[in-house]
């Protein structure tokens, strides 16, 4: 079952705007991760938070956690043309590492 | 490294038959491998769980008769979705994870049953 719920469900921006998509999640997590997909293709894993840290950074990608509000942000800076896809977060409750994903962003970033 | 493959990347078959996916670790021995379905514009569900050696886990609602999984040795996970119907048309995801490490994806297989 899908436990995370994240928002927007569709972000339309402009070339070198900045997107914010939201997690938010149930249960007690070990970690989430950030994956992208385009469509049609697998996941490409963007980056990982665990649940002891608040904020982690990875080239233009921001991603936070606040474990109280059991939430998570990504944020994208300078976005291109190419950051066109859907953005899923996904937690990692521990116990067999199994993964519960998010129903995912459809972000669309406009040349 | 960890590269994680599947074969085929897209199949059509008509309602009836059988269709074997398969999921290979590349570069490295997954001890677990997972099987994911998405749906056109939904996210992945997972399906199932398969330890090398040992039989797989089913998520609730997932028929382990209609999709079977063989996951034989350290880097080869299989599905066999059993008489496949259109409603079995989706995407089939893999993912490979090694102990105490990450999940690493496969690229999919979109199945089309007519």
């Known amino acids: 079952s899908q436990q995370g719920e994240e928002d927007p469900q569709a972000l339309s921006i402009q070339e070198g705007e900045n997107a914010t998509m939201n997690c938010s999640y149930k249960t007690s997590i070990n970690n989430l991760q950030w994956y992208r997909q385009n469509s049609g293709r697998g996941l490409v894993h963007l980056i990982l938070?665990?649940?002891?840290?608040r904020e982690k950074h990875s080239g233009r990608l921001r991603v936070t956690l606040d474990t109280s509000k059991k939430s998570s942000s990504l944020l994208i800076t300078a976005s291109r043309a190419a950051d066109t896809a859907s953005y899923f977060c996904?937690?990692?409750?521990?116990?067999?590492?199994?993964?519960?994903f998010g129903e995912g962003t459809q972000l669309t970033v406009n040349p | 490294g960890a590269v994680v493959s599947q074969h085929p990347s897209w199949v059509i078959c008509k309602s009836g038959t059988s269709v074997k996916i398969e999921c290979r670790s590349l570069d490295f021995q997954a001890t677990t491998m997972f099987w994911y379905r998405q749906f056109p514009k939904q996210s992945l569900m997972l399906m199932a769980t398969s330890n090398e050696g040992s039989k797989a886990t089913y998520e609730q609602g997932v028929e382990k008769d209609k999709f079977l999984i063989n996951h034989a040795s350290l880097t080869l996970s299989t599905l066999t979705v059993t008489s496949a119907h259109p409603e079995d048309s989706s995407f089939y995801i893999c993912s490979a994870r090694r102990t105490g490490d990450t999940q690493y994806f496969g690229p999919g297989t979109r199945l089309t049953v007519l």
């Open positions: 996904a937690t990692d409750a521990g116990s067999g590492s199994r993964l519960t």
């Open positions: 938070i665990r649940s002891n840290e």
